[in-house]
């Protein structure tokens, strides 16, 4: 407990005797850790306090040693933490609205053929996730979900033009209220390895509610019908579940 205060006090750039628990729960009114991080926090934390065990035995007077291993371990701690990041807000739930399904930048616009499912030409709006953004993955409409497959694959550069199709992939077709379906397709990337998702065929979800993760820097493809309204432009940066990217 102890060595946990002493990192988020140096990540808040606070003292340590000014930091307690009642400002981390104040932190956590606005955002939580995912529980697909807590493998990683767990290796960082039992990395940081061999560290700085380590550093101390051996380098007892060293005071420039011991402030090192504190900055490493608050500097692998802040990276884990901002990484596995999930802010807690409302979704403004509206059947004819599609959401961002996750943050990012909008590095495609384009009518493309979609060919797993529709097999015919649709609107392809994509979203690139650097390391940086939060890389919670959200329903952008309500409704049934009509398909959810997994498909294994490459792991080409996220913007590569052959990662939509060959690389690691899921792909979920939700269809709404209003019998609209829209398909949306979480992509690993190079330095993504892992790529989860939560909804099953049959399953009734939320807009917004999260369907899923992807670690370490990815993209997610949104595929519309012909003639829907797209709200975003190319290079914008949107937020996921509070952006609106297109009208149906």
Do not use: C
């Amino acid at each position: 407990m102890f060595l946990l205060n002493e990192l988020i006090a140096g990540f808040l750039g606070v003292g340590l005797k000014s930091f307690n628990f009642a400002t981390f729960n104040f932190l956590t009114l606005f955002m939580k850790f995912h529980k697909e991080g807590y493998a990683s926090l767990t290796i960082v934390i039992l990395f940081s306090a061999a560290l700085i065990a380590l550093v101390r035995y051996f380098f007892p007077e060293v005071t420039w040693a011991h402030y090192l291993a504190y900055a490493v371990a608050a500097f692998l701690t802040i990276v884990i933490l901002q990484f596995f990041r999930d802010p807690i807000f409302k979704v403004e739930v509206n059947d004819k609205y599609v959401l961002a399904p996750a943050d990012g930048k909008v590095v495609v616009i384009e009518e493309t053929e979609e060919n797993e499912y529709f097999k015919d030409k649709r609107i392809q709006v994509s979203i690139f996730m650097s390391p940086v953004n939060v890389h919670v993955n959200r329903n952008p409409i309500s409704g049934i979900v009509k398909y959810a497959k997994y498909h294994p694959g490459l792991y080409l550069v996220a913007w590569h033009p052959k990662s939509s199709t060959e690389n690691e992939r899921t792909t979920v077709v939700i269809e709404g209220k209003n019998k609209v379906e829209v398909l949306f397709r979480q992509i690993a990337g190079a330095m993504a390895r892992r790529i989860v998702y939560y909804v099953k065929e049959g399953q009734q979800v939320t807009q917004g509610s999260e369907m899923g993760f992807i670690k370490f820097g990815s993209r997610v493809d949104v595929f519309l019908p012909l003639g829907t309204k797209i709200n975003v432009q190319l290079d914008q940066n949107v937020k996921g579940a509070r952006t609106v990217i297109a009208e149906l």
